[in-house]
């Protein structure tokens, strides 16, 4: 019986491999050909029904830009049954984001999007329409317009000094500091008091804010997921058992009833007469969820109507994009520092001249601070806080790069391959913060440099740019200025050069460090 079987399974073995080869060939062949004729970009060889998902590993960012080395700046790839073209140069990105901006401004119905983002009712996931542009317009000019983003200086500062304390705090108890913990900390307690005012919300039985802090990385892991019915409908089932489902309901029933409370409690404690701001004036004990639940009063010409659940899916994207940009940015800026003992020494030198009759940094001392700014560009030309940006999908029949590309494609923008694009950056994969003093970039505004696009561009620009700004540079300038850093990793007296901190990634809503960012933080006595 057991040699029958084998025989059996060799036979099958050679019936089966050329029916999957032919598959192969076909899957190929069917990705390039159009009956009309018309160009469309290069595919990889795929699999039957997988498409090209086992290319992508789990750093897709560098996967696509392998790819793309191969087969061209735009490719098209089948992601399960999903058609998704791949933009990798700075031409692809300026053409999809600039040139034909209408044509590329439409958003995929994620599926996690929809499930944690009150079916699209948000800015960054929401479909191209008349609720998006009015939406984003509210979001641009009353919640993160240059004189709000003003308002919130103190709130900065305040956080600021509650980070330098921390961590002078964990330096004099001789051992490591966490700084990739305190960063968190720091970007989440920003964005916090901007969206929510200085109250005190939290989980139940939540000690600390620890159990918060787990529940929105969940959600920053969450909202770009790929779940499998997604992908292969007949295959939903793979998410229950793999938790997926639980982790997804548990995870927004929490949120949910946060932001339940707060709006709540705003609409209670908001005096008899509602204060409604004139054109360009700005209250500065406004918080995001004030202004929002005053929008009816203040944009009653345009129309636009924000309930509950579109309140709440509006703070969810401020504090998915907010929190996770500025302290991924801020650890990279701090591992690469760290790397790059020079460029450490000349920024601290830049910051503590600036600053040193201050005592400390002030937001008014930053415009005075090139190579910072500097060194926050060649952070994200690097490191890119959004790898690949949030995929958009086409509203019509459109081009790119002379490809022709149907309406309803995604459309993924590797925006981490294009700031290390050696065709179009000298020394691509060095830290030369160096370029960025000679050909300044304000980063602040989105689409001046389609070579650097950490925030995307054109109508799905992100409208927190200018958010973030003074946020990482005002925490950066002062940990220089109050500390000397070094790893706790060394070289160990070696003389070629080693990295001392590992630059390993964790791919997620943002590219991360792998490891947390041990420093030893030793005060600085001028």
């Known amino acids: 019986m ?6 059996e399974l060799l036979i099958t073995v050679v019936a089966v491999v050329p029916i999957i080869l032919a598959l192969l060939l076909l899957s190929s062949f069917s990705s390039r050909k159009r009956a009309d004729g018309r160009r469309q970009p290069p595919s990889p060889l795929g699999l039957p029904l997988l498409g090209h998902l086992h290319l992508l590993g789990r750093l897709p960012h560098r996967a696509l830009q392998s790819l793309a080395a191969s087969h061209g700046p735009v490719m098209l790839l089948r992601l399960g049954r999903v058609p998704t073209v791949v933009a990798s140069s700075a031409a692809a990105a300026e053409e999809a984001m600039k040139t034909r901006d209408l044509a590329f401004s439409g958003r995929p119905m994620l599926l996690m999007a929809q499930r944690l983002l009150y079916g ?10 008349e ?30 000094d509650a980070l330098i304390a921390r961590v002078r705090h964990e330096a004099a108890a001789g051992g490591a500091v966490n700084l990739s913990d305190l960063l968190i900390c720091y970007s989440k307690a920003i964005i916090s008091r901007a969206a929510f005012g200085d109250g005190d919300y939290g989980l139940d039985g939540d000690e600390g804010g620890e159990k918060l802090r787990r529940v929105f990385a969940d959600f ?12 292969a409908p007949w295959l939903g089932w793979v998410d229950t058992l793999t ?35 004139a054109d360009g004036e700005v209250d500065d004990h406004r918080d995001f969820v004030d202004m929002l639940l005053d929008v009816d009063e203040m944009d009653k010409d345009a129309g636009l109507r924000l309930d509950t659940d579109n309140i709440k899916a509006i703070i969810m994207d401020i504090f998915a994009a907010g929190t996770d940009t500025s302290s991924t940015v801020l650890g990279w800026a701090m591992a690469e520092l760290i790397n790059h003992p020079h460029e450490m020494r000349k920024l601290q030198d830049e910051v503590r001249g600036a600053a040193c009759a201050a005592g400390r940094v002030t937001e008014d001392h930053l415009d005075g601070m090139p190579y910072l700014k500097a060194v926050i560009c060649e952070t994200m030309r690097l490191h890119a806080p959004a790898a690949l940006l949030i995929p958009r999908e086409t509203t019509e029949d459109t081009e790119l790069l002379g490809y022709h590309i149907p309406a309803r494609t995604r459309v993924v923008i590797n925006a981490w391959a294009i700031g290390r694009d050696p065709t179009a950056w000298e020394r691509a994969e060095e830290f030369v913060p160096e370029r960025f003093v000679d050909a300044p970039v304000d980063y602040s505004r989105v689409g001046q440099d389609f070579r650097f696009v950490p925030f995307g561009a054109g109508r799905r620009g992100c409208p927190g740019a200018g958010f973030a700004a003074p946020t990482m540079e005002l925490a950066l300038a002062n940990m220089l ?23 390993s990634e964790v791919f997620g809503l943002s590219v991360r460090l792998k490891a947390p960012l041990m420093l030893v933080a030793k005060p600085w006595l001028g």
């Open 120 to 129: 699209g009712r948000d800015v960054g996931f929401a479909p191209y329409g």
């Open 2 to 7: 057991a040699v029958i079987s084998l025989v």
């Open 243 to 277: 938790g997926l489902e639980g982790k997804t309901r548990r995870t927004f029933e929490a949120l949910d009833g946060l932001l339940e409370r707060v709006i709540a409690d705003h609409r209670s404690r908001r005096s008899g007469g509602r204060q409604v701001l």
């Open 481 to 503: 200025y109050h500390f000397d850093w070094a790893s706790m990793a060394h070289g160990g007296g070696r003389r070629q050069w080693t990295p001392l901190v590992d630059v």
């Open 220 to 231: 920053q892991e969450l909202v770009l997921a790929s779940p499998m019915r997604e992908i």
């Open 131 to 160: 609720y998006w542009r009015q939406a984003r317009r509210v979001c641009a000019l009353h919640l993160l317009g240059p004189r709000r983003i003003a308002s919130f200086r103190r709130v900065r500062e305040q956080e600021v």
